[in-house]
């Protein structure tokens, strides 16, 4: 069964950090691309950043460039975004995802975690 736990999340005042992981488990995830998209309630989900396999090739969300750093770490199979300079905007349930290759679009993943919300405030 494959599986994608997120951790990390929780709540921070604006212009601070956060570390999310996300752990996969369950298949290997040779070739697969890796990466991170947001929801709010009420609205549909929203790409923030994704790395492909060998971690060569990046995509961040316009909103996030410059403040998020995404990595990987294929031995221990996790995916780790760094949120800095955080803002109430970026409040949201943070959800993990796979699927082959390296896409920026929720269609093109085909595994999902279940989400940890990130709480910024003012």
């Known amino acids: 069964q494959v599986q994608l736990v997120e951790s990390g999340g929780g709540w921070v005042q604006a212009g601070g950090s956060l570390r999310l992981t996300c752990v996969a488990s369950g298949r290997s995830f040779v070739g697969y691309g890796l990466g991170w998209f947001r929801q709010i309630a009420g609205e549909e989900s929203e790409f923030v950043a994704a790395?492909?396999?060998?971690?060569?090739?990046?995509y961040y969300a316009d909103s996030v460039k410059g403040r998020f750093i995404i990595s990987r770490d294929n031995a221990k199979n996790t995916v780790t975004l760094h949120m800095n300079i955080l803002k109430p905007e970026d409040t949201a349930v943070y959800y993990c995802?796979?699927?082959?290759?390296?896409?920026?679009?929720?269609?093109?993943?085909?595994?999902w975690g279940k989400g940890t919300l990130v709480t910024v405030s003012s």
């Open positions: 790395i492909s396999w060998s971690g060569s090739g990046i």
């Open positions: 995802a796979g699927g082959k290759g390296l896409s920026r679009d929720r269609r093109g993943m085909d595994y």
